[in-house]
């Protein structure tokens, strides 16, 4: 007797845990400082433009498939297209899962670390010297049991979640940190612009410098648009087959591109008002969070209360991703090999976390992991992932509805919980083979400046 599939209890459920998978670390810092650097508001408009183009299709092609089929990856494709090579994508995607959560989880640990270090006010010891900032992060980082112990119960958060289930676990869970992470993001953001010159963080974010948006910066929105959104590693697919059928898919694409976006232009703000504010360098990416951010809200009234709450934020984002990442590698042992949920998820949330231990280690001189593009096994993983399986299996994705499913059977899925059915095939068929050449051109890009040292654009 086959035991009933998990569904999402409300559809507000399902949204915000759909919306807390794209919403992540990346998000928080990445997104502002790209828009900044880049054009301000005309990367953003640039980027908006590629998330409706090459996204949104996506977005709704992997929702359509795991909710007709009812399966996560690889036995969604199986379903569709049984004894074909395609099943390799849904292989991907797990493998892709495994691969970003192993690094993933090393970096949700140091989120936990300075949201311990700055509640317990040792940030006040870095007030205004981010020179000392980055030495405490890289004594951190290239430590050996620090960053283990954190990592270790990022993880085990992490696992207990999926252990609890789409309902009690992944959907519960979600309701509580999405709207508490955009709940303070807005507290932050009000707090970052009536600090004095806050208010040039929406300058620097919103004018629009038409003179910064190169190609380049174009290629930057593009390949931003496709990652922001957890597409290629076979997420949305396992959500969708937790899905009713009575559900529209293209209301809860549209809002889950909109919480993800909307998250990403309130957290710039409030991260550059305070930036701006105490005068530090808005241009120092990853280095912001770990380095500049630490050293200058202490310099802030109040700043203990800021500083951890922001790390706390910073810590649901990575949760809720995390938790997202997991449940695909767990959900293909429950569909596929019929394990239990306990066993498949602390089996394989063991595994993955052995994994992002040699991840950690490798950044330090205990165990100098180095493969052969030169970088550390932490940095490899991340390459692998965010630069190759990811976009080729999103690019994949297009193709399979193109050529196999059908752009027919597909919108024939999508009108199923909607009351206007008159989306034009030919306008799904060009956004399709939009993306697939976009996703295409990303690849081909990177791989033409790994081999000859200077990228077609960029």
């Not at 289930?165 to 508490?180: A, F, L």
């Not at 991260?271 to 701006?276: A, E, L, R, W, Y």
């Not at 992002?356 to 180095?370: E, P, R, Y």
């Not at 899925?413 to 306008?427: F, H, P």
Request: hydrophobic fraction near 55%; glycine fraction near 10%.
């Amino acid at each position: 007797m086959s035991i009933p599939r998990e569904k999402w209890g409300t559809k507000l459920g399902f949204i915000l845990a759909a919306s807390g998978s794209a919403v992540g670390i990346g998000n928080i810092w990445k997104y502002p400082h790209m828009a900044g650097q880049n054009g301000g508001a005309a990367f953003t408009l640039i980027y908006l433009i590629c998330i409706f183009v090459v996204g949104l299709s996506i977005v709704i092609g992997e929702f359509a498939l795991g909710r007709k089929t009812q399966l996560s990856p690889v036995g969604a494709y199986l379903t569709i297209a049984p004894k074909s090579l395609w099943k390799w994508v849904g292989f991907l995607g797990v493998a892709s899962a495994y691969v970003i959560l192993s690094f993933y989880g090393v970096v949700g640990g140091w989120i936990m670390n300075y949201a311990f270090l700055s509640m317990k006010g040792d940030f006040e010891l870095l007030s205004g010297n981010p020179e000392a900032s980055s030495q405490l992060f890289n004594a951190f980082i290239t430590s050996t049991w620090s960053p283990l112990f954190w990592q270790l119960l990022f993880m085990f958060i992490c696992i207990y979640v999926i252990v609890n289930g789409v309902k009690g676990g992944i959907e519960k869970w979600s309701k509580i940190m999405m709207p508490t992470i955009i709940i303070i993001l807005i507290v932050l953001a009000v707090r970052g612009l009536s600090l004095p010159n806050g208010l040039s963080a929406l300058t620097f974010l919103f004018k629009p410098k038409f003179a910064d948006l190169s190609a380049s910066a174009i290629v930057l929105a593009l390949g931003h648009s496709f990652f922001t959104l957890s597409l290629g590693m076979g997420t949305m697919i396992t959500y969708g087959s937790y899905l009713k059928k009575n559900e529209n898919l293209l209301s809860s694409a549209l809002w889950v591109i909109g919480l993800d976006t909307l998250i990403a232009l309130i957290a710039g703000v409030a991260i550059f008002s305070t930036v701006f504010a105490l005068g530090a360098d808005p241009a120092e990416g990853a280095g912001l969070i770990f380095v500049v951010l630490p050293s200058v809200f202490p310099e802030i009234p109040g700043g203990q209360i800021w500083g951890t709450l922001f790390f706390l934020i910073l810590f649901m984002a990575a949760l809720t991703s995390a938790i997202s990442i997991l449940e695909v590698v767990t959900a293909y042992f429950i569909d596929q090999k019929g394990w239990s949920r306990s066993r498949a998820t602390i089996v394989f949330g063991g595994t993955i976390t052995i994994v992002g231990v040699f991840c950690s280690l490798s950044l330090g001189d205990n165990l100098n992991i180095t493969w052969f593009l030169g970088m550390s096994f932490f940095d490899f993983m991340d390459y692998l992932s965010s630069k190759y399986m990811l976009p080729i299996g999103g690019m994949l994705m297009a193709i399979f509805i193109l050529k196999t499913w059908s752009v027919e059977e597909f919108l024939r899925e999508v009108y199923v919980g909607m009351d206007s059915k008159k989306i034009s095939s030919q306008l799904v068929t060009i956004l399709l083979s939009i993306g697939a050449l976009v996703i295409a051109f990303i690849i081909l890009n990177e791989i033409v400046e790994k081999l000859f040292g200077s990228p077609i654009i960029g």
